[in-house]
């Protein structure tokens, strides 16, 4: 009688989003379809750390055999700081959101901007090559996907912020890589917006999560305007609303959340999943969700 020869165990690599709060996060289901669409044996679990316990946790989760994070508010500085070694977006953005524990180190990626640009120009459709961007906002969501962005080449971005001494430090922060592709860069208070439409409009703020509007001339919404707000929930948000009342498209940043995970698989492994499918689906559960 022959004895069954028993096949390895091919354990799979572990990966995690790691926040505070993190219960609410999409990312689980997100990379459980990447994986199940390109065939890596991933496994992906939501990480809860303390506030004051970001390092240790990471630490603890890079011992036990995992193999990246997805970092996730308040922790994109801390991992920033944590990284050995930055992506070019990582180190302009000076945030992280994307880890890979390498055997030389700790590799820091920022994707948040490449999945604005992708979302926007693949998704949506609307092209930035020429395009005039006005970029709302000058904290660390709007610093994220400025370079992104600039590396399209539009013809001008104007970045504007309640506070235009934080839109000044952006843009001067980006002058160089501005005149490297080309672009005009400019902004500052709300009273730098231009009263004619643009092209593309980003909401970078975080109002929508509090119903808030941020400060901006109507004029600046038009027929052909993309009104984008990273925000995402099962109803358009309020800036969404107020973008079409002027005659606006909207969209929000659902596609953006799945296109930068898209990116931070393709960090870790090295294979590029479809958004597209994964989106589609988020969206009938939002759907749902809102009947």
């Known amino acids: 009688m022959s004895v069954k020869e028993s096949k390895p165990v091919v354990h799979a690599d572990r990966y995690a989003?790691?926040?505070?709060?993190?219960?609410?996060?999409?990312?689980?289901?997100?990379?459980?379809q990447f994986?199940?669409?390109?065939g890596e044996r991933v496994e992906y679990d939501r990480l809860l750390a303390p506030l004051d316990g970001f390092v240790q946790h990471v630490q603890a989760f890079h011992a036990a055999g995992g193999r990246g994070l997805n970092v996730t508010v308040p922790f994109k500085l801390e991992a920033h700081a944590?990284?050995?070694k930055l992506s070019p977006r990582a180190a302009a953005a000076g945030a992280v959101n994307t880890l890979r524990f390498d055997a030389d180190g700790i590799f820091g990626d920022n994707t948040d901007g490449f999945g604005l640009v992708r979302d926007i120009?693949?998704?949506?459709?609307?092209?930035?090559?020429?395009?005039?961007?006005?970029l709302l906002g000058a904290g660390g969501a709007a610093r994220g996907v400025v370079l992104p962005m600039l590396e399209r080449r539009p013809r001008e971005i104007t970045i504007v912020n309640r506070t235009a001494p934080k839109a000044h430090a952006l843009i001067e922060q980006f002058a160089g890589a501005a005149g490297e592709f080309g672009c005009i860069l400019s902004g500052?208070?709300?009273?730098?917006?231009?009263?004619?439409?643009?092209?593309?409009i980003v909401n970078a703020t975080a109002g929508s999560l509090d119903a808030a509007l941020p400060e901006c001339d109507e004029r600046a919404f038009g027929t052909g305007t993309l009104a984008y707000d990273m925000m995402y929930g099962a109803q358009p948000t309020v800036f969404m609303r107020h973008a079409q009342a002027l005659g606006a498209r909207a969209a929000d940043g659902l596609g953006?959340?799945?296109?930068?995970?898209?990116?931070?698989f393709f960090v870790w492994?090295?294979?590029?999943p479809e958004g597209a499918p994964v989106l589609?689906?988020?969206?009938?559960?939002?759907?749902?969700?809102?009947a």
């Open 17 to 32: 989003v790691v926040g505070n709060p993190v219960a609410h996060s999409k990312s689980p289901y997100i990379h459980a």
């Open 35 to 38: 994986a199940l669409q390109t």
């Open 82 to 84: 944590l990284a050995h």
């Open 121 to 134: 120009e693949v998704n949506l459709g609307v092209a930035l090559e020429g395009a005039r961007v006005l």
């Open 188 to 200: 500052g208070g709300p009273q730098d917006v231009d009263p004619k439409p643009y092209d593309v």
């Open 256 to 264: 953006m959340l799945v296109e930068q995970a898209a990116e931070s």
């Open 269 to 272: 492994r090295g294979v590029r």
């Open 280 to 290: 589609a689906a988020l969206r009938a559960q939002l759907a749902a969700q809102a």
